[in-house]
T-cell receptor
Framework: NAGVTQTPKFRVLKTGQSMTLLCAQD?????MYWYRQDPGMGLRLIHY???????AKGEVPDGYNVSRLKKQNFLLGLESAAPSQTSVYFC????????????FGQGTRLTVV | AQSVTQPDIHITVSEGASLELRCNYS??????LFWYVQSPGQGLQLLLK??????LVQGIKGFEAEFKRSQSSFNLRKPSVHWSDAAEYFC?????????????FGKGTRLSVIA
């Protein structure tokens, strides 16, 4: 059982380049989330989705876009990467309709130079 | 709005000593509370959760936490720490009245274990 899988695990981008991070979950979860983790800042929510075809902004959405075309996938896009987006990105998912624990992927370490 | 405070950024304990990590939450209704652990280079793993009922909950790896409504706290404890417990620990709160609201995480407490 793979759980939540993030692709890629590491990436180095040049300023201004674009990229897409992929999150895939095989638990049939309704809700999916993208967080970034920076030293001393904890986990900050970027965007989230409560179902296929729906997305919403979190705490730090600027510079990112997301799409949830399929229930099992949640894509995070950076249109024009900036050094401030250097971070570790985590995807999470959980069952919908009630409060349950979230399951996390292993993270993507992104460096923007 | 919900919020979570973990007052201790970094704690160092000796192997075999007891541990308590603090978590305070701000939330008007019944909170759903979680503790996660993150080992270096890894994702977050659930240690335990509290939804209702007995205020002392047991988790994996010998951890427990106690919900104290009067103090708005959900502190994590372990009677005897092992070197492998060195990691970052996150407390999180969920909105019991709105299942689709994302969990809110504290900034984390980094635990170091010395011999």
């Amino acid at each position: 059982n793979a759980g939540v899988t993030q692709t890629p695990k590491f990436r180095v981008l040049k300023t201004g380049q674009s990229m897409t991070l992929l999150c895939a979950q095989d638990m049939n979860h309704e809700y999916m989330y993208w967080y970034r983790q920076d030293p001393g800042m904890g986990l900050r929510l970027i965007h989230y989705s409560v179902g296929e075809g729906t997305t919403a902004k979190g705490e730090v959405p600027d510079g990112y876009n997301v799409s949830r075309l399929k229930k099992q996938n949640f894509l995070l896009g950076l249109e024009s990467a900036a050094p401030s987006q250097t971070s570790v990105y985590f995807c999470a998912s959980r069952t919908g309709g009630k409060v349950t624990e979230a399951f996390f992927g292993q993270g993507t370490r992104l460096t923007v130079v | 709005a919900q919020s979570v405070t973990q007052p201790d950024i970094h704690i160092t304990v000796s192997e075999g000593a007891s541990l308590e990590l603090r978590c305070n939450y701000s939330y008007g209704a019944t909170p759903y509370l979680f503790w996660y652990v993150q080992s270096p280079g890894q994702g977050l793993q659930l240690l335990l959760k509290y939804f209702s009922g007995d205020t002392l909950v047991q988790g994996i790896k010998g951890f427990e936490a106690e919900f104290k409504r009067s103090q708005s706290s959900f502190n994590l404890r372990k009677p005897s720490v092992h070197w492998s417990d060195a990691a970052e620990y996150f407390c999180a709160v969920g909105n019991g009245n709105s299942g689709n609201t994302p969990l809110v995480f504290g900034k984390g407490t980094r635990l170091s274990v010395i011999a």
